[in-house]
């Protein structure tokens, strides 16, 4: 790591700019080997390049999935509200005609009401 940061490095080219991948292969290791056995190195290599620290991804990750997930939940809400609002619209337009269709039956006078069931000859 100091022989990139140095500028002196033996393998990698000197453009390369700090990484884990460019001290992995300047150390003769492989990038998943410094995540694994030297994660505090890991660290210092993002510090270092500048890199978001990789918990701060991601907790901005699951900010990002739950922000995502509130507006889906919002917008299914308002939906819901939508749709409950028609049904007792509908509903209570029912009611009136009920309502309506009740008084002209009993104002026409004699009505027999319905028979219910079955009735045995």
Same mark, same amino acid.
Request: no cysteine; aromatic share 2%; net charge positive.
């Given at each position: 790591?100091?022989?990139?940061?140095?500028?002196?490095?033996?393998?990698?080219?000197?453009?390369?700019?700090?990484?884990?991948?460019?001290?992995?292969?300047?150390?003769?290791?492989?990038?998943?080997?410094?995540?694994?056995?030297?994660?505090?190195?890991?660290?210092?290599?993002?510090?270092?390049?500048?890199?978001?620290?990789?918990?701060?991804? $991601? @907790?901005?990750?699951?900010?990002?999935?739950?922000?995502?997930? %509130? &507006? /889906? +939940?919002?917008?299914? !809400? #308002?939906? *819901?509200?939508?749709?409950?609002? $028609? @049904?007792?619209?509908?509903?209570?337009?029912?009611?009136?005609? %009920? &309502? /309506? +269709?009740?008084?002209? !039956? #009993?104002? *026409?006078?004699?009505?027999?009401?319905?028979?219910?069931?079955?009735?045995?000859?």
């Amino acid at each position: 790591m100091k022989r990139i940061e140095v500028g002196r490095p033996k393998i990698v080219s000197i453009e390369r700019r700090m990484s884990i991948a460019s001290v992995a292969q300047e150390a003769g290791l492989k990038p998943s080997t410094i995540h694994t056995r030297y994660p505090e190195i890991a660290d210092e290599i993002r510090q270092r390049s500048g890199a978001k620290d990789a918990k701060k991804l $991601r @907790t901005s990750r699951k900010l990002k999935d739950r922000d995502r997930k %509130i &507006a /889906t +939940l919002k917008r299914e !809400l #308002s939906e *819901a509200k939508m749709l409950l609002s $028609r @049904t007792a619209s509908m509903y209570a337009s029912s009611l009136s005609q %009920i &309502a /309506t +269709l009740e008084q002209a !039956l #009993s104002s *026409a006078g004699k009505v027999l009401p319905f028979p219910r069931g079955r009735r045995s000859p």
